[in-house]
């Protein structure tokens, strides 16, 4: 894998180089401090600084842009990630970006549904910024347009997959075992070669009544499925066997995804909607005839959305649903996950100041995540933000889980 990753990097670099370029380096970004604190105990759950800084540099022909990002938690520790480092090469009806590169598609807000070229960092749930919480990967990107369509191919050499908290992390919320777990990670790992490679392919139409697209992947499921084998002992007093542990194995395994998305306009109403047909997912099971615990089921994710604007004030809501097919009762998930999400957003004071209501609304189980914030910029550099992140509901439920961790915080951002 860092052959592969040195060897890009490298064809960047001789580009730049072959390349010519004349016009200096634009050069912006962002330093930012977010502090949170947690409403239960007073702690400090979240000390953070951020320098983001965008490098670019364009040509006649082709363009350069690399964006390191540094993240200082408390004081001393450090997370460093390249997040995007692309080269672009431009032609009369097609575009070329190579490199590490954040790729963004469907209609949805809040949610991904076709949405899976680009995995998550979920280390902090699904609080970062959109624009951060996708993981950059290395791949190629070809756009070829004609009329109002684009047709985009993509194939990615090495996987890359969703980034999770772990141990002692407030969001390291592990399922129960009724035995003690033993871990093997020896599957987990996806070696880069030819055959591990995933390809994507999306056809885009854009006019003034609709905007829509469709897409499909070969593509590996980016969570691993947990397989579990049962370890038995023998009580020598009672003469029987008894559970004494299990062996865990996460592994990925492949997936076909076929779905699509569009926009329309009524009036001052816009429709959205978004869905993905899900072939070969892996779901846990209590189903003792299952090896590993496992069961493959195929399944729908989808959503529906509304948006309304007047003015200064913007109103959305949406339905997202996930319904697994041929469904048992002893699969460890639902049959149907229902969820809704709602945004009011208004700007006042000549748009310096902006008031922001977005909810998370768990169906199944009643519970939520309200996410009210204040934005003012002082100037077109500076701004401030006071916010807070509300879990609420039901334990069973994905938002419910997290109610010890509801806090208020501020982000200071200075951009230049």
């Known amino acids: 894998m860092k052959i592969i990753k040195t060897a890009l990097l490298f064809f960047l670099l001789s580009a730049l180089a072959q390349a010519g370029f004349s016009q200096t380096i634009g050069i912006n970004g962002f330093v930012r401090n977010y502090t949170g604190v947690q409403y239960n105990n007073g702690d400090f759950n979240m000390l953070q600084n951020t320098l983001n800084l965008d490098f670019n540099l364009m040509g006649d022909k082709m363009a350069l842009k690399a964006n390191p990002l540094i993240y200082i938690y408390n004081i001393d520790s450090f997370d460093v990630r390249m997040r995007e ?29 076709t949405d899976i070229v680009s995995p998550l960092n979920l280390s902090e749930f699904l609080l970062p910024d959109f624009d951060e919480i996708r993981v950059g990967v290395y791949a190629a990107k070809f756009d070829f347009y004609f009329g109002n369509s684009t047709v985009e191919a993509i194939w990615k050499p090495i996987y890359a997959g969703n ?127 299952a090896e590993g615990a496992l069961v493959q089921k195929n399944y729908l994710h989808y959503v529906v959305g509304l948006d309304y604007g007047v003015g200064n004030l913007k109103l959305s809501a949406q339905f997202i649903q996930k319904y697994i097919m041929d469904y048992n009762d002893m699969m460890s998930d639902d049959e149907f996950n229902n969820t809704m999400t709602f945004l009011a957003r208004y700007d006042a004071m000549r748009e310096t100041l902006h008031l922001e209501l977005f909810s998370y609304v768990g169906l199944n189980y ?28 039901d334990e069973r439920g994905m938002f419910g889980r997290y109610q010890d961790n509801s806090m208020i915080y501020t982000k200071l951002k200075y951009s230049f």
């Not at 672009?88 to 949610?111: E, H, T």
């Not at 829509?212 to 029987?240: C, H, I, R």
């Not at 306009?265 to 816009?270: G, Y």
């Not at 939520?368 to 077109?380: C, E, G, H, M, N």
């Open 85 to 113: 480092i692309y080269l672009d090469l431009y032609f009369n009806s097609f575009d070329l970006r190579v490199g590490k590169q954040q790729i963004v598609w469907g209609k949805a807000d809040g949610v991904f549904i």
């Open 163 to 289: 980034e999770f908290p772990g141990p002692g992390s407030i969001w390291y919320k592990p399922p129960e075992f009724p035995a003690p777990p033993t871990f093997d990670h020896s599957k987990e790992k996806i070696n880069p070669s030819l055959e591990n490679s995933e390809a994507y392919l999306k056809y885009s139409f854009s006019s003034s009544a609709i905007d829509f697209d469709l897409m499909g992947a070969y593509t590996w499921d980016q969570t691993p499925s947990m397989y579990v084998e049962k370890q038995f002992g023998f009580d020598t007093v009672n003469q029987k066997p008894y559970l004494k542990g299990l062996l865990i194995t996460p592994e990925h395994h492949r997936l076909y995804v076929a779905g699509g998305s569009f926009t329309s306009t009524i009036k001052s109403f816009v429709i959205r909607g978004e869905a993905a047909y899900y072939d070969g997912k892996y779901f846990q099971t209590t189903d003792p005839a």
């Open 366 to 393: 009643g519970d939520a995540l309200i996410r009210p914030k204040v934005t003012y910029d002082f100037s077109d550099a500076f701004s401030i933000l006071l916010g807070a992140n509300i879990f609420t509901g």
